[in-house]
């Protein structure tokens, strides 16, 4: 039976190149700093993000633990969007790691308003607050269905914070989904933080890691707490050099699988079922309209071949990536049509 794989953009494979890259690849112990290729990823990163320094890190998960860790202290508050990956889907690390608490804020499709951050600003002249030491973003942001947050969204909240003096971290897992959604380089985006975490092993297709970028002494000290959290990785160029291409040569075809997505949404409405806006390559489809919970769903499609995930009790995600053809969303189409005459 054919399988197609939509649960995430996770699960692309490296590319030819990227395997080449990596049996060629020159190496050192990066604990030293002695990897040249891992040196050469955090050059191009840093470089690409536009920030002074760049470090890789294990996963967008340990990138922005690390930046947590790095910006705040035990007790200190954190403002972050309540359906955001860092607070959502990274096992309370924010709490069991930094020891920090979370303010969460609803945002409009994954946007933070600049009104309700300034309003949840802990002012510190009051003895009984927590100190507000970080507000976070995320872009795309997942749970909004891959929904790219703007220059001009990202401003707002940025000139607050610092109007406050806070720092800005940015969850990129999808910086650069939103970049070529909005047809803007992503320095247009990553200006308005303070540090920015983006995955290579998502829709880019390297097989491991993400990069973790900020000013210089940020950076320093961030490399203390990756080595603390046991991700001081060695001859970790073979991991970097798939990174090295993923920045370079792998973004722009993002549109592709945005292309994908889209016809897979339009498909979805003309099967009349419930989907979210789509402005990447993420695709929500509400299930209740047709009786089915999110996993029973699946189930069912499973049992065809078709893969997705379930992200509420009545929505299911579908995540289009490099593996996914025109021909296979068409056969997603139409195992989807089938399934509906099934249970309808
Ligand atoms: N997201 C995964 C799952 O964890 C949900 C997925 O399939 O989408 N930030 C954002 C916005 C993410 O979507 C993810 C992964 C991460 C951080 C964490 O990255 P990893 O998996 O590398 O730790």
């Not at 949840?120 to 927590?130: E, K, S, V």
């Not at 940025?158 to 989904?177: E, M, S, T």
Request: charged letters at 25%; a negative charge.
């Amino acid at each position: 039976m054919k399988t197609i794989d939509l649960r995430s953009d996770t699960v692309t494979k490296p590319t030819d190149s990227m395997i080449r890259a990596m049996a060629e690849a020159e190496v050192g112990d990066d604990v030293y700093r002695e990897d040249p290729t891992v040196n050469r990823l955090e050059e191009i990163a840093a470089e690409r993000l536009g920030k002074e320094a760049a470090l890789f890190v294990t996963s967008g998960t340990q990138g922005n633990q690390v930046a947590v860790l790095t910006h705040c202290g035990n007790g200190d508050e954190v403002i972050v969007e309540a359906d955001s990956h860092i607070f959502y889907y990274e096992g309370g690390a924010m709490a069991a790691l930094a020891g920090v608490q979370t303010r969460t804020l609803a945002g409009v499709r994954g946007a933070l308003r600049p009104e309700d951050v300034e309003k949840a600003i802990r002012q510190a002249t009051n003895i009984h607050f927590p100190r507000t030491k970080l507000i976070c973003m995320e872009n795309t942001h997942n749970r909004a269905g891959g929904a790219v947050i703007s220059p001009a969204q990202m401003k707002g909240v940025y000139d607050v914070a610092q109007k406050h003096g806070i720092p800005v971290h940015l969850d990129g897992a999808r910086l650069f989904n939103a970049a070529v959604a909005l047809g803007v380089d992503v320095r247009e985006l990553s200006r308005y933080t303070t540090s920015v975490q983006v995955c290579l092993s998502k829709g880019l297709s390297a097989p491991v890691g993400s990069i973790l970028a900020g000013d210089k002494a940020f950076i320093e000290e961030a490399r203390w707490w990756r080595k603390k959290l046991g991700g001081g990785l060695r001859q970790a160029g073979y991991l970097a050099a798939p990174g090295i291409i993923a920045l370079t040569e792998m973004t722009e075809r993002l549109a592709e699988d945005h292309e994908r997505a889209e016809q897979l949404a339009e498909g979805f409405r003309r099967l009349s079922l419930e989907v979210e806006p789509v402005e990447t390559n993420i695709v929500l489809v509400k299930t209740d309209a047709i009786g089915q919970t999110a996993v029973d769903f699946l189930r069912l499609l499973a049992e065809q071949g078709v893969y997705a995930t379930d992200f509420d009790e009545y929505v299911v995600r579908f995540t289009t990536h490099r593996h996914i053809t025109e021909a296979d969303v068409k056969h997603a189409l139409d195992t989807v049509e089938a399934l509906l005459h099934r249970v309808s």
